[in-house]
């Protein structure tokens, strides 16, 4: 079975730095996209950034550059997704999900999620 | 670029059907046939309903379809059961990013 287990629950404070974690199982995670969904309290859903695990490629929401950084260590069949100083408005729930990418369109990758993991809460407050 | 526009809620009976749509722009929904459908119960992991407008992925039930007419995409559930009450998001290839809509609350009655 196809499965992805994410980190638990995180509570931080503004300006501090964090690193959460998305495991693979069940599949051949180096072949594969994986990349996060943000979800605000009680917004819908934004599509933040992907890397794939074989070369580390990545590629970012126009939205996150530069306020995120997603990484994967290939090893342990591990994503990743760190802030390096952490905001109020940062306090959501982060999904991973694994991405299919049938299409390269120009410069730009069509892609779509296939599996997803339970959520991530961050909450930063002061 | 914007979130795509979904109505924040749907109902339904039982053995009844309900359509959601998905409304976005022709650089988005109305440009390509890359719209996908997600289910979301709280607590739990999103799942892939519907791909590229209309395909469904493999375990997903014959009752639930999309199709698209011009900007507007739309997933309708026939034969309406219990389970199928959720939150279903949108989302659509927008070049150098994935947009999703605002989440519509599917309620069984």
């Known amino acids: 079975e196809v499965q992805l287990v994410q980190s638990g629950a995180e509570v931080k404070k503004p300006g501090e730095s964090l690193k959460i974690s998305c495991k693979g199982s069940?599949?051949?995670?180096?072949?594969?996209?994986i990349g996060w969904v943000r979800q605000m309290p009680g917004k819908g859903l934004e599509w933040m950034a992907i890397i794939y695990p074989g070369d580390s490629e990545t590629r970012y929401s126009p939205s996150f550059q530069g306020q995120v950084s997603i990484s994967a260590d290939k090893s342990i069949s591990t994503a990743y997704l760190q802030w390096s100083s952490l905001k109020a408005s940062d306090t959501a729930i982060y999904y991973c999900?694994?991405?299919?990418?049938?299409?390269?369109?120009?410069?730009?990758?069509?892609?779509?999620?296939?599996?997803w993991g339970k959520g991530t809460t961050v909450t930063v407050s002061s | 670029q914007s979130a795509l526009t979904q109505p924040p809620s749907a109902s339904g009976s039982p053995g009844q059907s309900v359509t959601i749509s998905c409304t976005g722009s022709s650089s988005d929904v109305g440009g390509y046939d890359y719209v996908s459908w997600y289910q979301h119960h709280p607590g739990k992991a999103p799942k892939l309903m519907i791909y590229e407008v209309s395909k469904r992925p493999s375990g997903v039930p014959a009752r639930f379809s999309g199709s698209k007419s011009g900007n507007t995409a739309s997933l309708t559930v026939s034969g309406l059961q219990a389970e199928d009450e959720a939150e279903y998001y949108c989302s659509s290839y927008a070049g150098s990013n994935t947009l999703f809509g605002g989440g519509t609350k599917l309620t069984v009655l």
């Open positions: 069940g599949y051949n995670f180096n072949n594969y996209w």
């Open positions: 999900a694994r991405h299919l990418v049938p299409a390269v369109i120009g410069n730009y990758y069509y892609h779509y999620m296939d599996v």
